[in-house]
């Protein structure tokens, strides 16, 4: 038993450091994802009309790209195990299917959380005008606000990545892999992005740490939803 637990969690080491590389060394993903978040910030920027760019619609227009990079990173990932057969080789190798994806998972949730924190350096530059009270608070509201937005975009994120997974091995068995995938993950994950951007209007506005528990709480509420609907998901697709 003792053999079956260590050779499980060696298993789910080398999976978790494949996932690793494959988003950080030996591809693209990441930098492309990260490049993907400049343009589109650019791109609201100079599209949309200054006399309707507030504080409000700032905070939309980031969560709106972090879900857009976080699709294109997450569609990315699983078409080149689409194409490399990666997935039939570590079936091969015994290692159960939750295993995969949790590896995975914890994989692309620290990919997606160093774009978010990528992100709200590139948003506080380009939108700076627009969150003027933010920057010019006290730098101990400026802290707290940030951590706020550090925490959304973690569990977010987390969440982004539990569905992510799941989508993925749903297309692994549908001829219309990438159409699926995007059917499937866009409307699933829209209520966890707009409780995620509800927080971050609270931790923006300087309400403090004690404001908006509901909208954080209602974000972890998704996430473990998620988790636990992988394991189970996951799992039985795995065998197919």
Known sequence: ????????????????????????????????????????????????????????????????????????????????????????????????????????SIASFFSLTLLWVLEIFVWLVLFGSENSSLLKSPLNQIFTAVVQMLLAGAVASAGISFLGQITSILALHSRFKHVLMFIVFFPVSIPLIIAASAYTRIAVSLKGLDGGFNFISLELAFCFFFLAAGFVLYDVLWEE
């Open 1 to 104: 038993m003792k053999k079956d637990v260590g050779r499980s969690w060696k298993v789910f080491y080398f999976l978790f450091q494949k996932e690793l590389r494959l988003y950080f060394l030996g591809t693209s993903f990441y930098l492309v994802s990260a490049v993907l978040s400049g343009g589109l910030f650019l791109l609201f920027r100079f599209t949309y009309p200054s006399e309707k760019l507030n504080q409000e619609t700032s905070i939309s227009i980031l969560w709106a790209v972090h879900l857009i990079s976080s699709l294109f990173s997450l569609i990315a990932s699983a078409e080149w195990e689409w194409e490399s057969n990666a997935m039939r080789a570590v079936k091969l190798s015994g290692a159960e299917g939750y295993f995969v994806f949790l590896s995975k």
